[in-house]
T-cell receptor, first 115, second 112 residues
Framework: DTGVSQDPRHKITKRGQNVTFRCDPI?????LYWYRQTLGQGPEFLTY????????KSRLLSDRFSAERPKGSFSTLEIQRTEQGDSAMYLC?????????????FGPGTRLTVL | AQSVTQLDSQVPVFEEAPVELRCNYS??????LFWYVQYPNQGLQLLLK??????LVESINGFEAEFNKSQTSFHLRKPSVHISDTAEYFC??????????FGKGTHLIIQP
């Protein structure tokens, strides 16, 4: 168990640029979640996948945000035409759908700064 | 809809003193409750959770939380804190397939 990994750890971009973040979940976990955490706030749920199916995406912040998990393994979160308000920590978490542990394991996050 | 309220944004306590971090939740369905901890420059780690059964749950490092359905609370306690407990603590509600709903967090500051 190597844990959830995210890449990059930090991203600085200019307003209007597109950015993409990657998340690699724990290998046997079939559920994958994306959250956003702004300064002084708790994480805010954005979307989640079970295997390659995106089962909840109504919480994505705008149509500039999209996520994929094409092969049911790693996932990407893309933000198009970034705005300064998108500056935040983007967190990924994974868990298994089997058993009753119901624990989401979080990655270290990608910190986005939009200039 | 679910929501979590952490009433205290900061809690300063002296080392070896007891501490309580408060968490109240609102949910229209059965809940799972969690406390996560975020140490400086680290990711979120699960501290403890309530799924069902005994209303008192404990962590391996001396924290405990009690699920109180009538008061819709899940307060976190530790009888004696250590400097290494300095961190941000987040209460969360949810579980099952959907994402978690987090509170705003409480910064625990341990004073020597």
């Amino acid at each position: 168990d190597t844990g959830v990994s995210q890449d990059p750890r930090h991203k600085i971009t200019k307003r209007g640029q597109n950015v993409t973040f990657r998340c690699d979940p724990i290998s046997e976990h079939n559920r994958l979640y994306w959250y956003r955490q702004t300064l002084g706030q708790g994480p805010e749920f954005l979307t989640y996948f079970q295997n390659e199916a995106q089962l909840e995406k109504s919480r994505l912040l705008s149509d500039r945000f999209s996520a994929e998990r094409p092969k049911g393994s790693f996932s990407t979160l893309e933000i198009q035409r970034t705005e300064q308000g998108d500056s935040a920590m983007y967190l990924c978490a994974s868990k298994s759908s089997g058993g009753r542990t119901d624990t989401q394991y979080f990655g270290p996050g990608t910190r986005l700064t939009v200039l | 809809a679910q929501s979590v309220t952490q009433l205290d944004s900061q809690v300063p306590v002296f080392e070896e003193a007891p501490v309580e971090l408060r968490c109240n939740y609102s949910s229209s369905v059965s809940v799972y409750l969690f406390w996560y901890v975020q140490y400086p420059n680290q990711g979120l780690q699960l501290l403890l959770k309530y799924l069902s059964g005994s209303t008192l749950v404990e962590s391996i490092n001396g924290f405990e939380a009690e699920f109180n359905k009538s008061q819709t609370s899940f307060h976190l306690r530790k009888p004696s804190v250590h400097i290494s407990d300095t961190a941000e603590y987040f209460c969360a509600v949810g579980g099952g397939a959907d994402g978690l709903t987090f509170g705003k967090g409480t910064h625990l500051i341990i004073q020597p």
